[in-house]
């Protein structure tokens, strides 16, 4: 028996809410079918997913098979609904997907620009993290990315857009900011620092040695924002993002600190709707981030 996607979407949703009858409502099938299809599941692998009867629990077993069924779960309806996309799309259909810090600050005019320069044009804009910008890339779940750093992918062209200096991020009365001398590394061993994901890309050992030490990492941007505001919290971010940030926190250069994040744009050169995307590519590479 093959695995099919929507066993493995029975399985999370089981998982997810330790609930046969729950997870039956979710999926609108009858308890027992969902019942039916574990066991199906289950007897193809050779293994328990799920520790005794309850469905509450995973064994070892079921939480290895859960991350992955649901990262193939996920995957599946995207490219369904990109292929869905694709077959509405008249007029064409443009992909982007940009880290948070870039995105925020291209989408509004590029999304006027294209619908302006091409009625009925289909536009399907998201946000995330440098490694599922590529993987979004790599697996024509998008035409055209922006990430953070130059990372070779076949059949990707790939062109630096543009790079700009780290410097701290804190609340705008924390004492690092409000000081008439800016801040240096060495200072972040002595306050609450949070690292995050872009802090990988600083190469200083001095930073090193800050990383090393730190004992909190938040990789989603708007909560790392949101635990900067409280005023208790700093973090490092490139000077982009305080063009996002809201006025209660402050952006602040190092005296110390020379590392600058590359910032690259990567274009599928097999893209469905070729002109649209160089159009579209042109227009992200004429802007200027400063």
């Avoid at 493995?8 to 009858?30: I, K, P």
């Avoid at 790939?158 to 060495?186: C, M, N, Q, W, Y």
């Avoid at 097999?270 to 400063?290: G, K, N, P």
């Amino acid at each position: 028996m093959a695995i099919k996607v929507e066993m493995l979407r029975c399985f999370c949703t089981v998982a997810q809410t330790g609930n046969l009858g729950e997870a039956a409502d979710r999926l609108g099938r009858t308890q027992s079918a969902v019942s039916m299809t574990l066991k199906q599941l289950e007897d193809h692998l050779g293994k328990k997913l799920f520790e005794g009867e309850r469905k509450n629990a995973l064994s070892p077993m079921g939480k290895q098979v859960f991350d992955l069924a649901l990262k193939q779960v996920r995957e599946f309806d995207q490219t369904v609904q990109s292929i869905e996309a694709a077959a509405k799309a008249e007029h064409g259909l443009i992909r982007v997907v940009s880290v948070p810090s870039v995105g925020a600050l291209v989408f509004p005019a590029l999304l006027d620009h294209m619908t302006t320069r091409f009625p009925g044009l289909k536009i399907e804009l998201r946000d995330a993290d440098t490694q599922q910008v590529l993987d979004a890339i790599a697996g024509d779940k998008a035409d055209i990315g922006i990430a953070s750093g130059e990372h070779p992918l076949n059949g990707v062209r790939t062109v630096p857009l543009f790079e700009d200096r780290f410097g701290l991020v804190a609340a705008s009365d924390h004492p690092l900011i409000t000081r008439a001398e800016p801040p240096k590394i060495s200072d972040l061993l002595a306050t609450r620092f949070v690292r995050n994901a872009l802090c990988d890309f600083i190469q200083s050992p001095d930073f090193k040695d800050v990383l090393e030490s730190s004992e909190i990492a938040i990789h989603n941007t708007h909560s790392l924002i949101t635990m900067v505001r409280t005023g208790q919290w700093a973090t490092v971010l490139p000077q982009t993002v305080a063009q996002v940030i809201p006025d209660s926190t402050a952006f602040r250069p190092f005296a110390d600190l020379p590392d600058k994040r590359q910032v690259y744009l990567y274009i599928r050169e097999r893209a469905r709707f070729r002109d649209l995307t160089e159009a579209c590519s042109s227009f992200i590479l004429s802007q200027t981030f400063e």
